[in-house]
């Protein structure tokens, strides 16, 4: 049962050729298209067909004939498009169109009976769901990979110390370990965005038609169980607008790359001959057309680069959404450009990321060598003197009285004797020995969560049995 329908209606591409007269021209098709990027949606625009079909036929819409035609037909289309030899046919505009394009030549009038209760308003909203839920998954599993070899790394130094900075100087001394915890924490907080993002866009758009529903007996129920979404969405007019779930994808994508970035800012410095902290591996650098010498760290200069444009996609997002008027638009089609760039990004950069991470040294030896700079230990001086009793107001101008002094007289706190303390404050005794040196301070953080040696390899024991 092929064609019940006149043969020129086959031969026009659209079946709204008939209402327009004759339709966009060349430069239109051009202009109006998004098949050349739309087309990664494929798989999620047969399986969403697949489920609305299987719908039609269990409420009688369309015979279970029809629906194994429609069905081997799908199957078709989609290993041709796997294996290369589907044609791709701007003429068509999008995914939506060229596949059912293509189904109509296949199975003739039960492929046209496929978009029955259907418009490309919901079809679109539904596909872009789909394929969210999976690269949101794909981009969970590479946070975790990233996470892995953040806590591998810390594994490695968690009894050693280096400087933690705030305002880039030098503040006080933490473990490597802490330093490196600092990313899974960040991370996780993304991979849980992620995880929230996607339980609010789980929600079934298909059946909202092209925006007021329709007045045949579709069970959206059925298909919203199929497609494995959690619920349908409530308001037709709202399901074929709503691209909130697009701005907050690329927001979870921002903020990952933001964290990225200060990675990449953190490693770019801590390589240079100035830090000296870490060595990345060759792999991860390029070298100078011009000075021999140069080990660049151009992999972590794109990373920080290519913030922009996920940012950029952010901003193209939201100023899409803005004051369009109430349900459809063709506006939206412009979504895609930016949710697509944004995953492909943020994917690129955490999978470069775990390769750097997983090949880095830090200079440990190096690091112990100039950690007594800069007075890290300055700020567990002052809380000695509010253990023996100084209010810790009169301790910050004390202890910073006592490095003031030093600074003049090129000495570190753990040079200065125990008589001359004692000039500064009566309380101090021999103990304070103790708590002076990076390496001591340390090992003598008491806080939960603190940068210390004892609570990193506690971290580092939590984040084994989490990840
Ligand atoms: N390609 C379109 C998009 O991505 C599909 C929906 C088109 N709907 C319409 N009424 N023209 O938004």
Not at 14 to 34: N, T, Y
């Amino acid at each position: 049962m092929k064609n019940n329908t006149n043969k020129s209606d086959i031969s026009k591409a659209k079946s709204w050729e008939s209402r327009l007269d004759g339709g966009p021209d060349e430069l239109a098709q051009l202009f109006v298209e998004s098949l050349s990027y739309d087309r990664r949606l494929y798989k999620y625009d047969i399986l969403g067909s697949v489920a609305h079909a299987q719908m039609l036929c269990r409420q009688g819409l369309i015979t279970p004939d029809e629906l194994s035609e429609i069905e081997g037909g799908l199957a078709e289309i989609q290993s041709e498009i796997e294996s290369g030899s589907f044609e791709f046919n701007i003429v068509y505009e999008d995914i939506h169109m060229a596949i059912e394009a293509a189904l109509v030549a296949k199975t003739g009038d039960s492929g046209r009976k496929l978009h029955t209760g259907r418009s490309r308003n919901d079809q679109i909203a539904t596909d872009m769901r789909l394929w969210m839920r999976e690269e949101i998954e794909n981009i969970q599993e590479l946070i975790r990979n990233l996470q892995r070899a953040f806590l591998e790394l810390a594994g490695r130094y968690a009894s050693d110390v280096m400087p933690a900075y705030t305002h880039l100087q030098r503040a006080q001394p933490v473990s490597i370990a802490a330093y490196l915890l600092s990313y899974i924490e960040q991370l996780e907080r993304d991979f849980s965005r992620l995880a929230d993002s996607k339980k609010r866009l789980n929600v079934l758009p298909l059946g909202s038609g092209a925006v007021a529903g329709s007045t045949l007996t579709l069970d959206r129920n059925s298909t919203c169980h199929k497609l494995g979404f959690d619920s349908i969405s409530g308001n037709s007019i709202d399901a074929i607008s709503d691209r909130d779930f697009c701005a907050e994808f690329i927001f979870d994508c921002s903020m990952i790359m933001t964290h990225l970035s200060r990675l990449a800012e953190d490693f770019i410095l801590f390589m240079s001959t100035e830090y000296g902290f870490i060595k990345i591996a060759d792999k991860y650098c390029t070298s100078s057309s011009m000075m021999p010498q140069k080990r660049n760290p151009d992999m972590l200069e794109l990373i920080r680069g290519k913030v922009g444009s996920v940012h950029g996609a952010l901003v193209a997002m939201l100023t899409i959404l803005k004051a369009q008027p109430s349900s459809y638009n063709r506006d939206l089609q412009e979504d895609k450009l930016h949710i697509f760039k944004a995953a492909d990004v943020v994917t690129a950069c955490l999978r470069i990321t775990e390769g750097i991470v997983s090949n880095t040294v830090f200079r440990a030896d190096a690091i112990l060598d100039g950690i007594d700079e800069g007075f890290l230990d300055a700020t567990a001086l002052a809380e000695y003197l509010v253990s023996k009793g100084v209010p810790f107001r009169s301790a910050h101008g004390i202890v910073g009285t006592i490095v003031a002094d030093c600074e003049k007289a090129g000495k570190k706190l753990s040079d200065v004797s125990l008589a001359r303390y004692q000039k500064y404050c009566e309380s101090i005794s021999e103990d304070i020995y103790n708590v002076l040196g990076a390496a001591n301070v340390a090992a003598a953080y008491k806080t939960v969560g603190s940068g210390g040696v004892s609570q990193s390899i506690e971290s580092i024991e939590y984040w084994r049995t989490r990840l």
